[in-house]
Nanobody, 116 residues
């Protein structure tokens, strides 16, 4: 079973930036499409960004133009560069494989809090 390890979250003021990282050790990482998900308090987990094995990306409307997903297959790592952050981006952020119906065990996530 893959043990996903997310990191890079924190407390940031509105308009700020953060870069999240997710390590997926011990697998042939390059063959998997990957996604970043988030779960805000009282809400369901949602997919916000995805990247295919070939590097094609897709974004949920609320984050388009502000977030960028990327991957480094040599490091078994997927990244989420977040900019122009808003209070509504506050959530626990997780990574996992796609499609979302066959995910691995969820990691602990990384908390992102946007507040002045």
């Amino acid at each position: 079973q893959v043990q996903l390890v997310e990191s890079g979250g924190g407390l940031v003021q509105p308009g700020g930036s953060l870069r999240l990282s997710c390590l997926a050790p011990g697998i042939t990482f390059s063959i998997y499409a990957m996604g970043w998900y988030r779960q805000a308090p009282g809400k369901q987990r949602e997919l916000v960004a995805s990247i295919t094995s070939g590097g094609s990306t897709n974004y949920a409307d609320p984050v388009k133009g502000r977030f960028t997903i990327s991957r480094d297959n040599a490091k078994n790592t997927v990244y989420l560069q977040m900019g122009s952050l808003k209070p509504e981006d506050t959530a626990v952020y997780y990574c996992n494989r796609l499609p979302s119906g066959v995910v691995w065990r969820w990691g602990q996530g990384t908390q992102v809090t946007i507040s002045s």
